[in-house]
């Protein structure tokens, strides 16, 4: 048999459970979890399309628990939010104005409108911006 060549012990194994449930007169409706289970772990490992064939199970239901597992595991993205700093005490000796705007990875922005702030008073804010996750 052709499946017993190519493909690995576990698949073969997943194979044969699947078999036997299948042929059991008693069997419920739908695939038990357990066995969805298996499959999309090996599906995640070899792929949906060699798994799906070697267990004749539907390619896009393969591929969906494969998928859901995955995307379980995900962790959701952190809403935004609005962190007020402390502003230090600035000189008013500078005669300059001026923007700073800080972006970081996440898409956090900082937008500093300070003016006669010199730059190394401004280090203090953006040190405290860029510590924050």
């Known amino acids: 048999m052709l499946l017993e060549r190519t493909y690995p012990p576990a698949v073969r194994k997943l194979a044969q459970q699947l ?3 299948r042929t059991n007169p008693q069997r419920k409706r739908r695939i038990p979890e ?9 599906a995640r490992t ?3 399309s060699r798994i799906s064939r070697a267990l004749t199970l539907s390619y896009r239901d393969l591929r969906r628990h494969a998928r859901g597992a995955r995307a379980r595991r995900t962790r959701r993205p952190s809403q935004p939010t609005f962190i007020q700093l402390p502003a230090p005490a600035l000189s008013t000796a500078v005669d300059q104005h ?3 705007e800080v972006v970081q ?6 937008i500093l409108r300070l003016p006669d702030a010199k ?3 401004l280090l203090a804010l953006v040190q405290v911006f860029l510590d924050h996750p």
């Not at 357990?34 to 090996?42: E, K, P, Q």
């Not at 990875?105 to 900082?110: F, K």
């Open 34 to 42: 357990g066995l969805w289970g298996a499959a999309a772990r090996l």
């Open 119 to 121: 730059p190394d008073e």
């Open 98 to 100: 001026g923007t700073l």
């Open 46 to 48: 070899y792929g949906v």
């Open 19 to 21: 078999r036997l449930w």
């Open 105 to 110: 990875g996440s898409g956090s922005r900082l």
